[in-house]
């Protein structure tokens, strides 16, 4: 097992990546602190689980709900090994036509959700010379489809602020990666077809983009997550790793 009794939080862990994250961290021997809004979701995943487990109920962009979190980790297992920021948001929209808090949400979720949860869960990492953080970026980052402005700029965020966690800690035996999947198939890109004029188009679209002929599915990802948090990938710090069957060589 590559993560045996090793601590690991997973924040957006009730639904899509994350949860298939969740659940793959544990067949690994992990303990999980499963981490999100969702209260219903994030108790089916425990249940399904099953094990040692540790549900926190928050929104990740909150500092105080983000260091009251790390605390009851901290609590009850005393240490954190891995973290996975998963918790995101995808509110669409091209800049002339999204307003100023659909562009504060989405920085509010997806940025300062990550940097909260970072700042926080790596202090022990810092005083215990080891840890592994994966964060998630996006394929958008890198070539954009469109229509989601505030979501593509917000996962370029991510891309440069895992750069330079990585260099800033990287001393400190805490490596920090990014995962950039394509698409992959969970509620969020379903809702995002919702919002499209021709949704038939868009499906086909995103096939043709992925030189593979398809979407991605979120246990894809979670082995990319594995390999990074665990010690096969001891010497990879600062990476963004590309989980989009092909897109971006395309
Ligand atoms: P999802 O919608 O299935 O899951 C996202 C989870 O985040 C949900 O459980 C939701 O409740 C939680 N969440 C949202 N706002 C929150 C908040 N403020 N506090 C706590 N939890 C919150 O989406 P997913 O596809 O699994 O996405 C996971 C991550 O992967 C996101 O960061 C997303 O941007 C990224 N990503 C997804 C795709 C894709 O195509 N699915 C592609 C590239 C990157």
Same mark, same amino acid.
């Given at each position: 097992m590559?993560l ?17 994250t969740?659940?793959?961290?544990a ?5 999980i602190?499963l ?10 995943v ?8 540790l549900?926190?109920t928050?929104?990740v962009?909150?500092?105080e ?7 009851r980790i901290m ?12 918790a995101?948001a995808s ?6 036509r ?7 949400r989405?920085?509010?979720?997806? =940025?300062?959700?990550t ?5 926080h869960a790596?202090?022990?990492m ?6 592994a953080?994966?964060t998630?970026?996006?394929?958008l ?13 917000s996962?370029g965020?991510?891309?440069s602020?895992?750069?330079t966690?990585? =260099? ?8 920090v ?7 992959i ?5 379903a809702?995002?077809?919702?919002r499209?004029?021709d949704?038939e ?6 096939k043709?983009r992925?030189?593979m ?16 948090a665990?010690?096969d990938?001891?010497?990879t ?7 989009d069957?092909?897109?971006?060589a395309?």
């Amino acid at each position: 097992m590559k993560l045996k009794d090793q601590v690991a939080i997973v924040t957006g862990a009730a639904s899509g990546i994350g949860a298939a994250t969740a659940r793959l961290f544990a067949a690994e021997g992990a303990k999980i602190a499963l981490v999100d809004l969702d209260e219903a979701g994030l108790a089916k995943v425990a249940t399904e689980i099953g094990g040692d487990t540790l549900t926190v109920t928050a929104d990740v962009s909150s500092d105080e709900q983000a260091r009251a979190g790390v605390a009851r980790i901290m609590d009850k297992w005393g240490r954190i090994d891995v973290l996975v920021t998963a918790a995101g948001a995808s509110l669409g929209g091209t800049v002339d036509r999204i307003d100023e808090a659909t562009w504060d949400r989405t920085f509010a979720i997806n =940025v300062k959700g990550t940097f909260l949860w970072v700042h926080h869960a790596i202090q022990p990492m810092i005083a215990a010379k080891s840890g592994a953080i994966v964060t998630l970026g996006s394929q958008l980052a890198q070539s954009s489809l469109g229509n989601n402005v505030a979501y593509i700029a917000s996962k370029g965020a991510i891309a440069s602020f895992t750069k330079t966690v990585a =260099v800033d800690h990287a001393r400190q035996g805490i490596r920090v990666n990014a995962l950039m999947p394509g698409v992959i198939d969970t509620p969020m890109p379903a809702r995002s077809l919702k919002r499209q004029a021709d949704p038939e188009a868009a499906r086909a679209l995103w096939k043709t983009r992925h030189p593979m002929g398809r979407i991605g599915q979120p246990e894809e990802v979670a082995k990319a997550a594995l390999f990074l948090a665990s010690s096969d990938s001891s010497f990879t710090t600062g990476t963004l790793l590309f989980v989009d069957g092909g897109w971006t060589a395309h």
